[in-house]
């Protein structure tokens, strides 16, 4: 299975996941071979990148597509959870305990799988499957981290719940970026994480360290971030963990910010280590999270095209790679199988759709 822009479709892939529209109605089902005639359908409605099966993803590592996992273990309960609560006032939000143990659970049982951000999400579903995706890298960042117990818990209930303040803003579209927005449209981004820290204060069942980390996951290290502009001796593990895996997702998905793929996003992570972000969590957040997610078209540095297979634990640079076509553009007549975490020569350049 791979990730392909509808834009590219050539025509007779098999869907390998099923399409929704910004309502959750099924728009094609898993096992439709897909024409070219849906292209111009399909990005009406709002769908940029579906999921096939065809030849290129034959050996593709499917079990490190945790996201996608996590997401449709656990959205269902956390929309309705919320959408409940802001509707009739009536506090279910203990009920997203269970959510987040799923998150923990899910995480502990794969100890040396990267995490992989799948790339594809529809506009209806951008607070919920964020905060769920948030929430897994937080709890990966944090087992790998070291933390245990009562931390690791107050970290998936504080990921899960990080952005909760939109869910009552009038802006909640993640496909704004912060040039579009107003000056009260701006205003009102920013208040996110107060409004979230509002809802949950006296939330008895909710620990103190998660609401801290609704408040202050937009803190930085240079005292850049908001809304109190803590220095970094006043920013909990919990804070700065939330922190780098709500800016990684972000980036990737344009949420009120510049869109970027996946491979540049990692890059911006890495570069803000020690200085707005926390240089160990970041380090450990190289280690966990794939640069180039399985499924992914890639060139090298040779020129040649390939599909990522599958990762090297800690080495998200470096992927295992099929090699599909030579410099030239030529197909080989027999794929070739690159371990770049053996074969230092070969660099990847570029990710393509």
């Known amino acids: ?66 996201e996608n996992q996590i997401k449709e273990q656990c959205q269902e309960i956390m929309q309705d959870v919320l959408e409940h609560y802001l509707t009739t006032g009536y506090n279910e939000l203990d009920r997203l305990q269970r959510v987040s143990q799923e998150v923990i659970l899910n995480v502990m049982e794969k100890p040396q799988v990267m995490y992989n951000i799948a790339g594809v999400r529809r506009k209806s579903e951008s607070m919920y499957s964020h905060s769920l995706s948030v929430c897994a890298m937080s709890v990966m960042l944090a087992l790998r981290y070291g933390l245990s117990g009562k931390k690791l818990e107050n970290i998936a209930m504080g990921s899960l719940l990080h952005d909760v303040g939109f869910s009552v803003l009038s802006i909640h579209n993640g496909d704004f970026s912060y040039n579009m927005l107003s000056n009260k449209e701006l205003h009102d981004v920013k208040m996110h994480v107060i409004t979230g820290f509002e809802l949950v204060e006296k939330e008895t069942w909710l620990s103190k360290e998660a609401k801290e980390i609704i408040l202050s996951h937009h803190e930085r290290l240079d005292q850049s971030g908001y809304p109190r502009r803590l220095s970094s001796k006043k920013q909990g593990i919990g804070v700065r963990i939330v922190a780098v895996c709500d800016e990684f997702d972000r980036m990737v998905y344009g949420y009120f910010t510049k869109q970027f793929k996946v491979p540049e996003a990692f890059e911006r992570i890495m570069s803000q280590g020690g200085k707005t972000l926390d240089e160990k969590v970041v380090k450990t957040f190289y280690e966990s999270v794939a640069a180039y997610p399985n499924g992914s078209i890639v060139v090298t540095n040779t020129g040649e095209m390939g599909i990522v297979l599958r990762q090297n634990y800690k080495l998200p640079m470096h992927p295992v790679i099929r090699l599909l076509r030579d410099a030239h553009g030529k197909k080989y007549k027999n794929w070739v199988e690159k371990d770049m975490s053996k074969d230092v020569s070969i660099l990847i350049n570029d990710i393509i759709d």
């Open 1 to 66: 299975m791979r990730r392909i822009s509808v834009e590219n479709i050539k025509g007779k892939e098999i869907l390998a996941r099923d399409v929704y529209d910004d309502m959750g109605t099924i728009l094609m089902v898993a096992g439709t071979k897909i024409k070219k005639k849906y292209i111009q359908r399909l990005l009406a409605l709002g769908v940029k990148n579906i999921y096939v099966e065809d030849e290129l993803a034959i050996g593709v590592y499917e079990e490190g597509d945790m």
